[in-house]
């Protein structure tokens, strides 16, 4: 009886395990996402997500990179995928009973050395367009751009020549940038690596993964909890370039057993480097994520994070400058205050951001997700500001020896050699803080101005320029599997900002207070106490100006008032060979200005709220694909018709609610076509593609010497043309480990259009030009001359023209290259080598001197020299730059990592590379008033030779 029983109980134990055998399986093989080379020794763990499937499962990945799972009970899985030096990869497969299911290929991001981090440069350019970019986008699976996205960053390159603004920048499925300029958002989250290092990105016209995408390529980062890397890290980055000091720690948990996962990420960035005296960094940055998964069918995430930070910039110089102090990395933003650098132009940014997202998943083909985004805190930038008194900057043009004398005679009041020998005697040898801000100076001056009540009344300030946001995003995306052949993406988002621009006083300067009035509005209209008001109702109502102290507004104080809503679909076709996707997206746009104080040159037309104008936008992408074993064939095309941004709508948004003339849509359209190849370590992209954007508007504000008054620029109607051809490759050598990278952009980017423009002074709203055109933008003439010099004239009595001299898009390399040589050993050594070149690098230009004002002169007569000399475009000299690295990582029993990387960049120690500048709204009288002269434009430089040293501790 006994032995019946035991075998009745052995039947009934082995049972249920005989029933949990299955027949189905998967297979594929884990591959290096860089250069699609097998990885070996590969972990991969199957996990039961609960739904019907049962049991966990282990395999490693062989020689040649396959894996297989066999036997295993039809269900839903989670298949996680680790390997030493690469980032985790996880995905979801669906086992069908006698179904061996192949997953083909699961790429593998390698682990950098962690020098590749995004970078942020401040940079001082009073107004002139450089804002703070990441240099570099990340990791990206495209060859082209894993190659370039950081090598070319030293010189500001911009893929395709566009601008910033037109790369989409996503996080968790919100577009994040930003609502008021369209410039990505990086800053948000500088110095959190680990908690943005999972992100996708998409290239120029390639379909994007939320919205139809632009013809910028998209990043996607994911964000939250889950999706940041599983252990600890910490890492100290000691960089010349930069900042001296950088440390930075995470930790994430990975998804529990019991669906939670957490994640937190902090780092700090301290200190100066060696090129540029008074900037500095004083960072520290944060995130927090939380999410639970709830049986694979709900997810719930939280996200905050942050990074406040203190930045003293860099200002741009004329080369004059540059040489008298004998650097090209001078700075003319700081001085001594007691023996300390003190920076005047100070960025003290904090702006958190919280996120919550939902996604549902009901089945395996479908899935919901909903996110809701909030932004706010302050975004703040400090400047020198005075009442009549002298212009405190150093290099201010009346400063300088070219000032005083000029060797051309035709220069008005430019003859007292004497005073220019005494000015760059100064200069040179820095005679009583010639070089810097004189801080001591400033003070004593306010010290002296005591008035009638024995308080001190400040002629210099420090100020700081806030740029408040208040940001609040909401999205809804779905993504429908259909069948093998057909998935549909589809969308909606809604957009709520408001934006404070205003000004407060930051520092007195030893004053007590400072009177809130416009120096510029007393100098035309002294006998009109109301015009000089910037505040008006408070004069009504105390009977004076206000007198402000530290803290206080004044200036100026008005909301941006922003409105977007979108909607979009997406469809992915598949059959065979073939990949082809249609894309749509309609949106609505309105935005207006609110004035919050009433101004006195503008009474009716300062406070409260503007017209809003609408805009009702679409786009459209479509883009056809063919594969053909290791080699892909495919092409895209798209049209995108795009409301302009508030910063760029109105003639003075910080006096009153005018807006732009012509303000209309900007409409782009973009082609391309490419070849890639991807085989066993051997990775090519070939791409040709042509792109035309029509309708831009700029806007910008300057002190105009013909009309001794500060005016309003705004110009509408910009058109430009891109055109060019990217390449990029790795390949292995014949060397074991020893490879072959390289990437060339060769492009053509000019400008196609004659803009108009309606230029008005500030204190006024006077017209000065109406809706005139800017003649010499798009291009100007070369004119014939003899042997003599002499110009040569036609019958008609003509100048002769040689040549039309096109105008090219400023401030990014046309022609761009790169060749490099890497050695990766197995054990996980790395060495690398490569020389870059850029050519084709035109300075931006700024629209006054292509005007006929400009070109013609005082007398408004034109002459072929005045306008071969002011419509004429600078170029840059071509440039080389040699860098190297060497890293090296060690693992202890496949789960402590320690490691190490060092990049030495600009070998060659080239100091003469202008990265950009900007030319200078100014203009100089001939002795006979018959012409007018440039001001020197300004410049920055690359630094020399820096380096970039990283340790890190992983586990």
């Known amino acids: 009886m006994k032995r019946i029983l035991l075998v009745l109980f052995l039947i009934a134990v082995s049972f249920p395990a005989y029933s949990q055998t299955g027949t189905g399986g998967i297979k594929g093989r884990v591959v290096n996402r860089s250069d699609k080379s097998a990885i070996a020794g590969a972990a991969l763990e199957m996990v039961s997500s609960g739904r019907t499937a049962s049991g966990n499962y282990t395999a490693t990945s062989d020689a040649d990179g396959d894996f297989v799972f066999e036997g295993i009970v039809p269900g839903d899985y989670a298949v996680t995928v680790s390997a030493a030096g690469f980032s985790e990869q996880r995905l979801t497969v669906t086992v069908e009973d006698g179904v061996m299911k192949n997953v083909f290929y699961v790429s593998l991001l390698p682990d950098d050395f962690e020098v590749q981090e995004p970078v942020f440069m401040s940079y001082d350019d009073g107004g002139y367009g450089f804002e703070d970019v990441p240099l570099v986008f990340g990791a990206s699976a495209d060859v082209f751009e894993s190659v370039t996205g950081y090598d070319f960053s030293s010189v500001r390159f911009r893929p395709r020549g566009y601008d910033n603004s037109t790369r989409d920048v996503y996080l968790a499925g919100i577009k994040m940038n930003d609502a008021v300029t369209g410039y990505s958002p990086y800053s948000l989250w500088s110095g959190l690596n680990e908690a943005v290092r999972a992100e996708d990105n998409t290239i120029g016209l390639d379909p994007a993964y939320f919205g139809v995408g632009g013809y910028n390529g998209q990043t996607n980062i994911f964000g939250t909890a889950s999706q940041m890397r599983k252990g600890f890290r910490f890492s100290l980055l000691s960089n010349s370039a930069l900042y001296r000091l950088r440390l930075m720690a995470s930790y994430a948990t990975g998804e529990m057993d019991n669906g939670w996962s957490f994640a937190a990420n902090i780092s700090t960035r301290l200190g100066g480097n060696d090129w540029v005296e008074g900037v500095y960094y004083k960072s520290f940055s944060y995130y927090f994520g939380a999410e639970k998964n709830l049986r694979d069918r709900h997810r719930f995430s939280f996200s905050v994070f942050g990074a406040p930070v203190q930045r003293g910039a860099q200002n741009a110089s004329t080369q004059e400058v540059y ?135 400040s002629k210099y300030v420090l100020e700081e320029r806030r740029t408040d946001q208040n940001d609040v995003n909401i999205s809804v995306n779905a993504d429908w599997r259909a069948n093998d052949f057909f998935t549909l993406d589809a969308g909606a988002n809604f957009r709520w900002n408001r934006t404070e621009f205003y000004k407060t006083i930051k520092d007195l300067l030893g004053g007590d207070y400072y009177v809130n009035i416009d120096q510029f509005a007393e100098r035309d209209f002294a006998t009109d106490p109301i015009k000089i008001q910037n505040d008006v109702e408070y004069y009504f109502l105390h009977g004076e100006a206000q007198k402000v102290k530290v803290g206080d507004k004044y200036g100026y104080d008005y909301y941006a008032q922003i409105r977007n809503a979108k909607v979009w679909a997406n469809g992915n076709f598949e059959y065979g060979p073939w990949r082809a996707y249609l894309a749509a997206e309609a949106g609505y746009s309105t935005f207006w200005r609110e004035g919050l104080v009433q101004k006195g040159l503008f009474l009716d037309n ?20 063919y594969a053909y074993k290791a080699h892909r064939f495919y092409a895209n095309i798209g049209y995108f018709n795009e409301a302009p941004y508030f910063n760029e709508s109105f003639v003075s948004p910080r006096t009153r609610n005018t807006l732009t003339p012509n303000l209309t849509t900007q409409k782009t359209f973009s082609v391309d076509v490419n070849y890639a190849f991807s085989k066993r370590g051997y990775d090519i992209r070939f791409t040709a593609y042509y792109t035309t954007i029509k309708d831009q508007s700029d806007l910008t504000s300057f002190y105009d010497d013909a009309q001794n008054s500060f005016t309003n620029f705004a110009m509408s109607g910009i058109d430009q043309r ?177 490691g190490f990387s060092l990049e030495i960049k600009n070998i060659l120690n080239n100091k003469w590379l202008k990265t950009g500048g900007y030319e200078q709204s100014r203009l100089i009288d001939s002795e006979n008033d018959e012409r007018y002269y440039r001001f020197d434009s300004k410049y920055f430089y690359m630094q020399g030779i820096n380096y970039m040293l990283n340790i890190y501790f992983r586990f």
């Open 323 to 457: 040489d008298l102090v004998g650097s090209n990395y001078y700075n003319s933003n700081w001085g001594y205050q007691n023996g300390v650098i003190r920076n005047a132009r100070v960025r003290n940014n904090h702006e958190p951001v919280l996120m919550f997202k939902y996604r549902y998943t009901p089945k395996e083909d479908f899935e919901l997700s909903a996110t809701v985004l909030y932004r706010t805190g302050r975004n703040g930038y400090s400047a020198l500001d005075w009442y009549d008194t002298p212009d405190p900057r150093p290099d201010y043009y009346r400063n300088l020896p070219s000032y005083f004398y000029n060797p051309d005679p035709n220069y008005k009041n430019r003859d007292s050699e004497f005073l220019a020998g005494w000015a760059a005697e100064a200069w040179m040898n820095n005679y009583g803080g010639t070089q810097h801000i004189n801080w001591d100076r400033m003070y004593n001056i306010n010290y002296d101005n005591v008035d009638a009540n024995g308080l001190k009344r």
């Open 606 to 625: 300062s406070k409260g709220k503007s017209e809003a104008p609408q805009f009702f936008t679409y786009s459209a992408k479509a883009g056809l694909a």
């Open 722 to 898: 891109n055109v060019g051809i990217e390449l990029g490759f790795k390949v292995p050598l014949p060397v074991t480990g020893l490879s072959l990278s390289g990437a060339a952009s060769i492009g053509d980017y000019v400008y196609t259009s004659i803009p108009r423009v309606t230029q008005t002074i500030d204190n006024s709203g006077d017209l000065i030009m109406d809706n005139r055109e800017v003649a010499y933008w798009m291009s100007h003439n070369i004119y014939k001359k003899d042997a003599s010099g002499n110009y040569v004239y036609g019958e008609d009595g003509s100048p002769v023209v040689e040549k039309v001299q096109k105008h090219y898009v400023g401030n990014t390399p046309q022609i761009a290259a790169t060749l490099g040589l890497n050695y990766r050993t197995r054990n996980y050594l790395f060495i690398g080598l490569d020389l870059q070149y850029f050519d084709k690098m035109y300075l931006e230009m700024n629209p006054l001197y292509r005007t006929d004002i400009a070109v013609c002169g005082p007398d408004n007569i034109w002459t072929p020299a005045e306008e071969e000399y002011m419509a004429a475009q600078e170029t840059f000299a071509p440039q080389f730059i040699l860098n190297a690295s060497i890293g090296k990582s060690w693992y202890i029993d496949r789960k402590y990592n320690i």
